[in-house]
Protein backbone atom coordinates (compact mmCIF):
# COMPACT_ATOMS: atom_id res chain seq x y z
CA UNK A 1 0.00 0.00 0.00
CA UNK A 2 1.67 2.98 -1.38
CA UNK A 3 1.69 6.18 1.21
CA UNK A 4 1.51 10.09 0.32
CA UNK A 5 4.93 10.80 -0.94
CA UNK A 6 7.45 12.51 1.19
CA UNK A 7 7.72 16.28 0.95
CA UNK A 8 10.27 18.05 -0.89
CA UNK A 9 12.43 20.81 -0.35
CA UNK A 10 10.86 24.02 -1.68
CA UNK A 11 11.88 26.08 -4.40
CA UNK A 12 10.85 28.95 -6.10
CA UNK A 13 9.26 27.11 -9.05
CA UNK A 14 7.29 24.48 -6.57
CA UNK A 15 6.07 27.26 -4.48
CA UNK A 16 4.99 29.06 -7.22
CA UNK A 17 3.02 25.74 -8.45
CA UNK A 18 1.44 25.46 -4.99
CA UNK A 19 0.42 29.17 -4.73
CA UNK A 20 -1.33 29.11 -8.50
CA UNK A 21 -2.98 25.77 -8.05
CA UNK A 22 -4.48 26.91 -4.44
CA UNK A 23 -5.45 29.91 -6.01
CA UNK A 24 -7.11 28.40 -8.62
CA UNK A 25 -9.86 26.70 -6.20
CA UNK A 26 -10.35 29.29 -3.37
CA UNK A 27 -9.51 33.54 -3.51
CA UNK A 28 -7.39 34.86 -1.13
CA UNK A 29 -5.79 37.66 0.48
CA UNK A 30 -2.16 38.43 0.24
CA UNK A 31 -1.37 37.06 4.40
CA UNK A 32 -3.62 34.30 3.67
CA UNK A 33 -2.00 33.03 0.53
CA UNK A 34 1.81 33.72 2.70
CA UNK A 35 -0.08 31.60 5.61
CA UNK A 36 -0.36 28.68 3.36
CA UNK A 37 2.48 28.98 1.75
CA UNK A 38 4.41 28.80 5.35
CA UNK A 39 2.55 25.73 6.21
CA UNK A 40 3.63 23.77 3.28
CA UNK A 41 7.39 25.10 3.82
CA UNK A 42 7.04 24.30 7.42
CA UNK A 43 5.98 20.89 6.38
CA UNK A 44 9.04 19.86 4.52
CA UNK A 45 11.05 21.65 6.86
CA UNK A 46 10.35 19.03 9.57
CA UNK A 47 10.81 16.85 7.20
CA UNK A 48 14.42 17.21 6.09
CA UNK A 49 14.86 18.50 9.50
CA UNK A 50 15.68 21.94 8.07
CA UNK A 51 14.87 25.97 9.06
CA UNK A 52 11.84 27.09 7.94
CA UNK A 53 13.69 30.80 7.92
CA UNK A 54 15.87 29.81 5.19
CA UNK A 55 13.06 29.64 2.87
CA UNK A 56 11.49 32.88 3.92
CA UNK A 57 12.68 35.05 1.05
CA UNK A 58 11.45 32.14 -1.29
CA UNK A 59 7.89 32.63 -0.08
CA UNK A 60 7.84 36.53 -0.22
CA UNK A 61 9.31 36.34 -3.54
CA UNK A 62 6.45 33.91 -4.68
CA UNK A 63 3.42 36.24 -2.82
CA UNK A 64 5.00 39.53 -4.65
CA UNK A 65 4.86 37.66 -8.13
CA UNK A 66 1.04 36.73 -7.24
CA UNK A 67 0.05 39.97 -5.97
CA UNK A 68 1.81 41.85 -9.00
CA UNK A 69 0.24 39.50 -11.88
CA UNK A 70 -2.92 40.08 -10.08
CA UNK A 71 -3.88 36.94 -8.83
CA UNK A 72 -4.00 38.16 -5.55
CA UNK A 73 -5.57 41.17 -4.56
CA UNK A 74 -6.84 42.58 -1.33
CA UNK A 75 -9.15 45.04 -2.14
CA UNK A 76 -11.30 42.24 -4.08
CA UNK A 77 -11.03 39.51 -1.91
CA UNK A 78 -12.97 41.79 0.66
CA UNK A 79 -14.92 43.04 -2.11
CA UNK A 80 -15.88 39.47 -2.80
CA UNK A 81 -15.98 38.42 0.35
CA UNK A 82 -18.11 40.91 2.09
CA UNK A 83 -20.80 40.83 -0.69
CA UNK A 84 -21.14 36.89 -0.14
CA UNK A 85 -21.56 37.40 3.31
CA UNK A 86 -23.71 40.38 3.24
CA UNK A 87 -26.34 38.07 1.01
CA UNK A 88 -26.06 35.24 3.17
CA UNK A 89 -26.85 37.85 6.50
CA UNK A 90 -24.23 38.46 7.66
CA UNK A 91 -23.33 42.01 10.05
CA UNK A 92 -20.70 44.19 9.97
CA UNK A 93 -18.88 42.86 12.62
CA UNK A 94 -18.84 39.69 11.47
CA UNK A 95 -17.55 40.55 8.23
CA UNK A 96 -14.76 42.85 9.55
CA UNK A 97 -13.74 39.72 11.75
CA UNK A 98 -13.93 37.33 8.87
CA UNK A 99 -11.62 39.71 6.88
CA UNK A 100 -8.95 40.91 9.79
CA UNK A 101 -8.78 36.73 10.41
CA UNK A 102 -7.53 36.33 6.91
CA UNK A 103 -4.98 39.53 6.85
CA UNK A 104 -6.80 42.03 5.24
CA UNK A 105 -6.03 45.43 6.55
CA UNK A 106 -8.53 47.63 8.57
CA UNK A 107 -8.53 50.10 6.14
CA UNK A 108 -9.29 48.38 3.11
CA UNK A 109 -11.88 46.56 5.60
CA UNK A 110 -13.25 50.09 5.76
CA UNK A 111 -13.52 51.26 2.98
CA UNK A 112 -15.10 48.21 1.63
CA UNK A 113 -17.55 48.20 3.94
CA UNK A 114 -18.79 51.69 3.59
CA UNK A 115 -19.51 50.82 -0.28
CA UNK A 116 -21.93 48.51 0.47
CA UNK A 117 -25.25 48.38 -0.77
CA UNK A 118 -26.96 46.16 1.56
CA UNK A 119 -27.72 47.86 4.92
CA UNK A 120 -27.05 46.71 8.77
CA UNK A 121 -31.30 45.88 9.06
CA UNK A 122 -31.21 44.36 5.79
CA UNK A 123 -28.68 41.68 6.04
CA UNK A 124 -30.51 41.07 9.83
CA UNK A 125 -33.70 40.49 7.94
CA UNK A 126 -31.85 37.96 5.90
CA UNK A 127 -30.04 36.76 9.13
CA UNK A 128 -33.68 36.12 10.61
CA UNK A 129 -35.22 34.49 7.51
CA UNK A 130 -32.45 31.64 7.14
CA UNK A 131 -32.41 30.76 10.96
CA UNK A 132 -36.17 31.23 10.77
CA UNK A 133 -35.93 33.97 13.81
CA UNK A 134 -38.62 36.25 14.50
CA UNK A 135 -41.29 36.82 12.39
CA UNK A 136 -40.17 33.90 10.70
CA UNK A 137 -40.87 31.57 13.36
CA UNK A 138 -44.65 30.37 13.49
CA UNK A 139 -47.35 32.31 16.21
CA UNK A 140 -47.26 29.34 18.77
CA UNK A 141 -43.42 29.88 19.17
CA UNK A 142 -42.54 33.21 18.75
CA UNK A 143 -43.33 34.92 21.99
CA UNK A 144 -42.10 32.42 23.84
CA UNK A 145 -38.63 32.75 21.95
CA UNK A 146 -38.31 36.02 21.70
CA UNK A 147 -35.64 36.57 23.96
CA UNK A 148 -33.58 33.73 22.16
CA UNK A 149 -33.74 35.27 18.97
CA UNK A 150 -32.83 38.49 20.00
CA UNK A 151 -29.96 36.75 21.69
CA UNK A 152 -28.87 34.60 18.39
CA UNK A 153 -28.82 38.08 16.44
CA UNK A 154 -26.41 39.51 18.78
CA UNK A 155 -24.25 36.46 18.49
CA UNK A 156 -24.22 37.22 15.05
CA UNK A 157 -22.68 40.55 15.45
CA UNK A 158 -25.95 43.10 15.13
CA UNK A 159 -26.89 45.41 17.33
CA UNK A 160 -29.45 45.31 19.80
CA UNK A 161 -31.26 47.72 18.57
CA UNK A 162 -31.84 46.28 15.01
CA UNK A 163 -32.72 42.80 16.20
CA UNK A 164 -35.31 44.23 18.19
CA UNK A 165 -36.91 45.95 14.99
CA UNK A 166 -36.28 42.82 13.03
CA UNK A 167 -37.41 40.10 15.89
CA UNK A 168 -40.57 42.22 16.46
CA UNK A 169 -41.34 42.83 13.51
CA UNK A 170 -45.73 42.23 12.14
CA UNK A 171 -44.68 39.72 10.19
CA UNK A 172 -41.95 38.73 7.26
CA UNK A 173 -42.74 41.16 5.03
CA UNK A 174 -41.81 44.17 7.09
CA UNK A 175 -37.90 42.75 8.01
Known amino acids: MAGKPNPKLPTIERLTRSAVHYLERYSS ?21 RDPSDFAGMIDTVVR ?41 RETIQSVLDDVSVSEEDAAGVYARRRRLGPFRNDAD ?18 FDIAVRVI ?3 DDNDS
Do not use: P, W
Open 29 to 49: SENNLRKVLERRVLKACRYHD
Open 65 to 105: KCTGSGLVDDRTYAETKTASLRRRGGSRRKIEAQLAHKGVD
Open 142 to 159: RQARRERDLAAMCRAGFS
Open 168 to 170: DAA
